[in-house]
């Protein structure tokens, strides 16, 4: 089944239940008002949800609505805890080479993570607010698990069993701020907010294209309405969605509504005759930057500027938008706050 969040003024939204087309919606509210409450009581809970997916695909529904990923918050609006994994050690790999630097060995042995904020979550089509065009607008283009409960030094291979729901996610990043080098995780200054997709998915939606806790389906990146990256998201995955629960549950248990993601989506480059060629793309603009930096000692491309505009999104073998897209727009705090009052008018 597919659940979204919709806007209803409060910080928590309203719960509903999404046809596989992205087309309907349901409200759940005789079932429960927030995903989190779901989370809490999966076993209960779940089952009941599953009926109306069932009845709004079949077009049995009995009080259907127009699905709009304008009106949805993010999936689950704040969350008890947001984990930033690094999945794709070519990402690393490639950030390194370009200064000069080696990735410490244990970086290839056992995942990286690092707490993000987690108490205010974007929408899919809210705006990228930044205070100012010299922090080094990035993006981040991810995929994000929900997890329920998971013991504390839970096994790998069992791990995977406790992935609820999956959605796509966008960390922004503020890279001129940025303290540290890139592996050794962010900050609350350069990693302040992130956006996730309209819908989120149970694995089975997913089908054969959810395997071993890889999504093998590529993730689609626009920038200023050009595809930047077509990044196949199984393919250099070095450590999979249950290493990485696993390892956030080494020390400590977690509790039902977890959220971790894969770091940037990142495929391995090629070199050819002292040449080097990233076919696939980008799903960040350092990692674009660090391409242009091996391949001519130099970075070309500048970050995202006020006005420009993100679109991510994956879709299956049938042309199908799995988690609906992430479409944002980068502007100013003044001008968000001249929009919000134009749409209140104030």
């Known amino acids: 089944m597919k659940l979204a969040t919709y806007k209803d003024g409060s910080r928590d939204g309203q719960l509903v239940v999404v046809s596989r087309d992205l087309s309907q919606a349901h409200f759940a509210t005789h079932i429960a008002n927030r995903l989190q409450a779901v989370l809490d009581d999966w076993n209960y809970l779940s089952p009941q949800l599953q009926d109306i997916s069932d009845a709004l695909n079949a077009g049995r529904a009995r009080h259907p609505f ?25 990402h690393l790999e490639l950030l390194c080479r370009a200064g000069g630097l080696e990735l410490p060995e244990n970086l290839r042995r056992e995942p990286r993570l690092y707490q993000g904020a987690s108490d205010d979550f974007m929408g899919a089509q809210d705006a990228l607010v930044c205070g100012s065009e010299a922090f080094g607008i990035d993006f981040e283009g991810q995929l994000v698990v929900v997890t329920g409960d998971v013991p504390q030094g839970c096994a790998a291979d069992r791990a995977i069993d406790s992935v609820r729901l999956l959605m796509l996610g966008n960390q922004l990043r503020l890279r001129h701020l940025a303290p540290v080098p890139d592996w050794l995780g962010g900050s609350l200054l350069d990693a302040p907010s992130t956006a996730f997709s309209p819908v989120a998915v149970t694995p089975d939606e997913l089908g054969e294209d959810w395997s071993r806790g890889r999504v093998h389906l590529n993730l689609q990146c626009s920038w200023n309405g050009r595809k930047v990256g077509q990044c196949e998201a199984q393919t250099d995955m070095v450590f999979h969605f249950g290493q990485l629960i696993a390892h956030a549950a080494k020390t400590r248990r977690l509790r039902a509504g977890t959220l971790l993601g894969s770091g940037p989506v990142s495929n391995q480059g090629s070199e050819k005759k002292g040449q080097s060629s990233w076919p696939k793309g980008y799903s ?63």
């Open 66 to 90: 127009p699905f709009d990923p304008a009106q949805c918050m993010a999936p689950l609006p704040r969350a008890y805890q947001w984990l930033h994994g690094v999945a794709y050690v070519p």
């Open 284 to 346: 960040s603009i350092a990692e674009k930057r660090a391409m242009e930096i091996v391949q001519d000692g130099q970075a070309a491309t500048e970050y995202m500027k006020y006005g420009d505009t993100l679109r991510i999104e994956m879709k299956q073998g049938n042309g199908q938008s799995v988690f609906g897209a992430i479409e944002q727009e980068v502007c100013s705090p003044a001008d968000a706050l001249e929009a919000a009052a134009a749409a209140t008018g104030g």
